[in-house]
């Protein structure tokens, strides 16, 4: 079935905005029944099954087709994940909708017809889907409007009149119907993908399972063994919302880590919140392992029993200290860990990785029972939603500003990051290479002959950086000049890769990136997308 996007009758429709949905939810997608067998497949849907092939589950694969006919038909983009253990993942639309109708042929309402105002059709059939909607789906809504796109950027992220893109040969009536273009509304991403997955967020997936004694497992019995302890539906941190987590980031005694991955970190994240440093969500569970052994626990023990103890004689009138500071005392001689927190407290973009975090801090027994796991409801993008709001009234009020998260927030879509109010970021865009987020201030013009060779490690340690990445490069076709980034003391290829991901960037990459910008540029000269949604899966 072919996608109505990609049809050039929806450029002519007057879209006034584009409003973007990210949901998950934890809830079981399918049930294991050892008694019940795939009569193609000959497999037996037990648990281990499903989690080695959720590819081919029946119940998976309908769900798949549904949600790919349902979405398409209001040109609906963007990535859905579902997994035995529920469903997670973004999407676009445009608003007003296109309303799919029959067509006296006898078509199934794949069609587009005219624009129904009078509600959001794809949120509602989210919303109320029998298998994964209704109370427990969280959701975070927001808006795309004309005024908040990039008008220096056209669809394919080249700036315009850059000296590093040959889009500068375009003319100028062609530029102006560009800029015309470029300042409507646009879709966040480039194509509908909804993916059957093992996981809706992956964490620590088939890592070994060191606890058994009757045998080796094999990689499935890890993989599902290890989920159980990362299972919400088992059990999860408690919910903060905004204010709530405002007041907990104040107790200096509560240890707020950011569970996100480095890049995300670097850009944004909330005061004193620690830093995890991992490159994939995967890597989490070895961190918090090797976080847990930095405290003292038993000091916390030790604490809370005095606490008992000291309460305990005032109520009997006694002022007798007993022997509990000498015990304090031989334990602050004989380690050197650190003081324990008084309770976690753990974040994320939209709230799903927090969740599986949480859960996995509580049924790990990495930390005592009673410590306190909290995670911020919602997320980031919660908080940023809300905090727009509440400084909205405290500047009416006089007040000042009462956020404590500072710098932007990456999402996985064109807008690259978010501020307050959920507005696309101005100051940052993707990165050609990595896709990560990039300062837009690297793909604008860029001088021969500008680098600050005095930075970094010292000319002669630059200059043969320089060498080696220049004999690296050498006859690739289109390749924009070698650059050095004073700021962050890093070399990079302007519309290729940006300071973070140039180092560990191959040949073949870079063969492919530059393929793959020309092409780009070729389409932004000739007015069209790079990316088209041609209705496949």
Known sequence: MSSSSSNPEEQQRTVSEYRILALYRFIPLVTPQTNQTNSTTQESWDEQTIMKHPERHPQLLQLQSELYATLRRYETRGTLLIAPEGINGTICYPYPPPTAVDDDDGNDGNNVGEYDNEDDPVKSFISNHPLFGGEGLRTRSSVWKEHQTHDDCDDNNIIKNSKNSRSDSITSDTTTTQQTNNNRPQQAFQRLKIKIKPEIVTLGLGRPITNTTTHTPTPTQQRHAYNQLANPNITKG????????????????????????????????????????????????????????????????????????????????????????????????????????????????????????????????????????????????????????????????????????????????????????????????????????????????????????????????????????????????????????????????????????????????????????????????????????NGRK
Request: charged content about 30%; glycine content about 8%.
């Open 238 to 533: 408690q919910y903060l919302n905004p204010k709530q987590w405002d007041d907990a980031m104040k107790d200096p005694n509560v240890l707020v880590i950011d569970t996100r991955n480095s890049y995300e970190i670097d850009i944004g994240s909330f005061e004193s919140a620690v830093d995890p440093r991992t490159k994939h969500f995967s890597e989490f569970p070895e961190y918090l392992e090797r976080l847990a052994g930095e405290f003292d626990w038993s000091q916390r023990d030790q604490e809370q029993q005095q606490q008992g103890e000291d309460k305990k004689k005032q109520e009997q009138g006694s002022d007798n200290n007993g022997d509990g500071s000498n015990d304090t005392s031989s334990n602050e001689q004989t380690t050197k860990k650190k003081a324990p927190p008084t309770a976690i407290a753990m974040f994320c973009t939209g709230g799903i990785r927090c969740e599986k975090a949480t859960s996995y801090a509580l049924q790990s027994n990495l930390f005592p029972q009673n410590l306190p796991i909290y995670h911020l409801e919602g997320g980031i993008l919660s908080y940023l939603d809300d905090v727009a709001k509440r400084e909205k009234e405290e500047e009416e009020e006089g007040e000042g500003s009462s956020s404590t998260f500072h710098g932007e927030c990456f999402v996985f879509d064109k807008r690259v990051a978010l501020t307050e109010g959920l507005e696309p970021s101005n100051k940052y865009i993707s990165c050609h290479g990595c896709r990560g987020p990039m300062d837009r201030r690297l793909l604008e013009e860029v001088e021969d002959g500008e680098t600050n060779y005095d930075a970094g490690n010292g000319t002669s340690d630059l200059e043969k950086k320089r060498r080696e990445y220049e004999q690296l490069l050498m006859g690739i076709r289109n390749l924009p000049p070698l650059t050095y980034d004073s700021n962050s003391q890093r070399w990079y290829v302007p519309g290729l890769t940006c300071p973070r991901c140039h180092d560990g960037t191959t040949r073949e990459s870079f063969e492919r990136f530059a393929q793959r910008k020309e092409q780009m540029e070729i389409c932004a000269r000739e007015g069209k997308s790079h990316f088209q949604d």
